[in-house]
């Protein structure tokens, strides 16, 4: 526990008002909006900052020319309070007077010094870069002697700590309660969107920008003889568009052939944020022999509840057609939903006018349906009537078999 002090003992609603070390600590841990007050020449000032809890002291960052970051190169250090808050939820009340907001705050008070050990200083900025993402450190270039230099790293032991939050639901005078409002709380969280990569980065998606996600929602590496699936990504856009240009590669699909690899680059951005909203677990297909990019395929329709995925999403450059590549793709995908996620049924879906993909899915071991009339709209605008093809699990040993065989090499004859 944190002593009680003048400075952290409000003077109403002492009930919401806590001072165990645990809590606090997972507060700051948690949180990234943070205020630092402190005055200038009588002068109050509250600056926003980054900040990181290192054990019993909070570090905080800025810059060696900023007023509070001068004023603490005094030997007694800088008088500063700082809060770090994170807000929860808007309360509506059926009263102006009762809206609220749930909310957890840190305020911490004491005397910042600014930390001049080029050591402690190096491993607060990793702490501090650690915190945007464990490993990201490892992940970038760590600062020069002349950044270094500009960073300036103040840092407040934690000894006046107090933790305020208000949660729950509206709390209003009973007299209120029969007012004709609506009253209730909305709630409010930070989520990350989905990574948006700078111009000219080649470099894949690290897995800790990566939400952490069921197994069903997770497009994790697999690996064959003839083709490599590995989550799609923004960096594939270049590759991508260069092995799909064949307009006969779009001849079925629910896009136009892409004219450049910006467009291309948008199609996998489509994909990304279906995947953010847990309604695609989209791959990029490689070839096994040369690594180069390939084409791209898909689960969607992902009902874990119901234990029920579909294939599709899938475009395949014109010069890997009848290798091997998509009945080997489709073969890791079947084993990994049968097999690793304990699906019962796996769907495909495709135009009515593709007989070639029909032909495709009814090698795989898939039964025939039936037709959605009117489905889903083609890029030309025409309504497209859609073949729904399935295999259940009970289907998948003999397909497995069936499979396996037509990619099994064929043996050369003696003589």
């Known amino acids: 526990m944190y002593p009680q002090t003048l400075r952290t003992t409000p003077n109403r609603r002492r009930d919401t008002t806590d001072y165990r070390r645990a809590t606090a600590h997972a507060l700051l841990d948690e949180a990234y909006h943070c205020a630092l007050a402190f005055t200038v020449d009588g002068e109050p000032r509250v600056l926003p900052t980054l900040h990181v809890r290192v054990d019993e002291t909070l570090y905080l960052h800025g810059s060696t020319g900023s007023r509070p970051l001068l004023a603490a190169r005094d030997p007694d250090g800088l008088p500063v309070c700082v809060a770090v808050t994170v807000l929860d939820g808007l309360v509506y009340g059926r009263s102006q007077f009762h809206h609220s907001a749930n909310y957890r705050s840190v305020v911490a008070h004491g005397t910042a010094r600014l930390v001049t050990d080029e050591a402690e200083k190096l491993a607060v900025l990793t702490a501090l870069v650690e915190k945007v993402g464990r490993g990201r450190s490892a992940d970038s270039r760590p600062p020069s002697r002349r950044e270094l230099a500009e960073t300036a790293v103040l840092a407040l032991p934690l000894r006046e700590v107090s933790v305020r939050a208000r949660v729950g639901g509206v709390r209003e005078e009973e007299a209120d309660l029969a007012l004709p409002h609506w009253a209730g709380v909305v709630p409010l969280r930070l989520v990350p969107g989905v990574p948006e990569p700078d111009a000219g980065v080649t470099a894949p998606l690290p897995d800790y920008l990566r939400p952490p996600r069921s197994p069903w929602l997770t497009p994790a590496p697999l690996r064959g ?30 896009h136009r052939r892409p004219r450049d690899r910006d467009e291309t680059a948008e199609i996998i951005a489509e994909a990304l944020r279906a995947a953010h909203r ?36 899938t475009f395949l450059g014109r010069p890997w057609w009848r290798t091997g590549v998509n009945t080997e793709a ?37 039964r025939r349906e039936g037709v959605l009339r009117m489905h889903r709209l083609r890029p030309d605008g025409s309504w497209r009537d859609t073949v729904q093809y399935a295999l259940t699990v009970d289907e998948w040993p003999t397909a497995q078999a069936a499979l396996r065989k037509r990619l099994r090499p064929v043996p050369v004859q003696a003589g």
Not at 307 to 313: E, K, L, M, S, Y
Request: aromatic share 6%.
């Open 330 to 366: 489709k073969l890791m995908l079947l084993t990994r939903a049968f097999e690793k996620l304990g699906a019962v049924r796996v769907v495909w879906h495709t135009d009515i006018r593709n007989e070639r993909s029909q032909r495709a899915i009814e090698r795989l071991g898939a």
């Open 278 to 313: 847990g309604e695609r677990v989209p791959w990029v297909q490689r070839s096994a022999d040369t690594g180069e990019v390939i084409g791209t395929t898909s689960y969607y329709e992902v009902d874990e509840a119901r234990r029920a995925v579909a294939i599709g999403h």
């Open 225 to 254: 003889t003839h083709v490599l699936l590995e989550p799609l990504d923004p960096s594939h856009a270049d590759a991508l568009y260069a092995a799909t240009r064949d307009e006969e590669v779009w001849r079925h699909l629910g």
